[in-house]
């Protein structure tokens, strides 16, 4: 029994066993995703424009992202803590209005030192919204459909890598950057309206039921569930952020975006498929997504000179992951029940820490060993990965029963 219905029996009947998805509920929680995602990844797709606007050069606008990442970092786990007896709706209100608040500096800002401060506070309230999703819808459905519910909260993340980033690169061109952020502001004060007319309340942990931090990392399965986001998301971003150099044998360097259109696409796919299985073979699903992406590592290395194994490992690719942040929230949250904001604050950390890591394993094997190598140390990765999810068939990654 999760807090929510201590504090609210009406809740109870209405909201926490509902036999339905409440869609419009779900759907206010993938948009605040969609507009964390674009906020997170816009200035990469407008390097040029705002090295312009800001007047400084490429790599410093490229420095916005990573302080984005920082800011989500070091600010998701004790956030978390901090706010764990407040009102959910409210809480989930201040990180939306977090972003309508830096993206608006975003547009204004004549100063790059401005604009680097705005994009840490995004940061900040990205890593709280992200470790606010799951948990909050999995709050709004009965158990069995809590997997689902998580997987429509999740859509706003793939559909923004695949269209909206596209869009916004596109849009930049058109309007210019600063009207970009701008418009993103005025979607977030149209999801903050949605957020207070669709999203229902629930209650924070009460005093008595908070657990420490340490005692959530130690319960059983969580560790599981976190060495796994770990490994696979260094894997994924040690091949997804060095994509250009490694198409290069293909010939296919100069069509990226069509490969990664692919990837994006495919993911999509991914979430509509895993969507209606997700509560039932979780455990089946995330050994099927990393036992995908481990096929579609071993292809890349042996036939990367090959442009249709590459577009057709990069769709199988992309097929693993589109669900597989979906498939690690909902183990994440039915692993750690009542404390299931806390374990995902530390599922959100690793996360961006796996980016950060894959980033950077990445640039030092460029320079050393070149790109060719990605594809086994991916896998090697992969193969660590699908070693823990088996084991972990007790707890983090159980049987269906």
């Not at 929510?4 to 409440?22: I, K, N, S």
């Not at 039932?280 to 995908?292: K, P, T």
């Not at 442009?307 to 690719?317: D, K, L």
Request: proline share 4%.
């Amino acid at each position: 029994m999760n807090d929510a219905q201590l504090g609210c029996p009406a809740l109870e009947h209405t909201v926490d066993r509902h036999e339905r998805l409440p869609l419009g509920a779900l759907l206010a929680l993938a948009t605040a995703g969609f507009i964390t995602v674009m906020t997170e990844a816009m200035p990469a797709g407008l390097l040029p424009q705002m090295s312009s606007g800001l007047n400084v050069s490429q790599a410093l606008i490229g420095q916005l992202v990573t302080l984005y990442a920082i800011g989500s970092i070091l600010a998701a786990i004790p956030l978390t803590i901090a706010t764990r007896g407040w009102r959910r709706r409210p809480l989930l209100l201040s990180a939306i209005g977090g972003f309508a608040i830096a993206n608006s500096i975003t547009a204004l800002s004549e100063w790059y030192w401005l604009t680097l401060i705005a994009r840490f506070i995004a940061g900040v309230f990205a890593g709280l919204l992200w470790a606010l999703l799951a948990g909050y819808a999995s709050r709004m459905v009965a158990p069995h459909l809590q997997g689902r519910a998580i997987t429509v909260a999740m859509l706003g993340a793939p559909l923004a890598l695949s269209l909206g980033i596209p869009a916004g690169t596109l849009l930049g061109t058109l309007v210019g950057w600063r009207l970009s952020f701008a418009i993103m502001t005025a979607l977030t004060v149209v999801l903050v309206i949605w957020v207070r007319w669709q999203v229902p309340d629930f209650a924070g942990e009460r005093v008595g039921k908070r657990m420490p931090l340490r005692q959530v990392f130690t319960l059983p399965g969580v560790r599981s569930v976190l060495l796994v986001t770990l490994t696979y998301v260094v894997a994924h971003n040690l091949l997804y952020t060095y994509i250009a150099p490694f198409l290069q044998p293909s010939g296919l360097d100069a069509s990226v975006d069509r490969v990664l259109l692919v990837f994006g696409l495919a993911s999509v796919l991914s979430l509509w498929i895993v969507g209606s299985l997700i509560d039932r073979w979780l455990r089946e699903l995330v050994l099927i997504s990393a036992g995908l992406f481990l096929l579609s590592a071993i292809a890349l290395g042996l036939w990367r000179e090959s442009p249709s194994v590459v577009y057709i490992a990069t769709a199988v690719w992309g097929l693993a992951f589109g669900a597989m942040p979906s498939l690690l929230q909902t183990a994440s949250a039915k692993t750690a029940k009542e404390a299931a904001d806390t374990a995902q604050s530390m599922l959100v950390t690793l996360w961006n820490v796996g980016i950060a890591g894959g980033g950077l394993m990445g640039g030092l094997l460029l320079g050393n060993l070149g790109v060719g190598v990605f594809p086994w140390i991916v896998a090697g990765l992969l193969v660590l990965t699908l070693s823990v999810a088996i084991k972990a068939r007790g707890h983090g990654f159980p049987r269906a029963e």
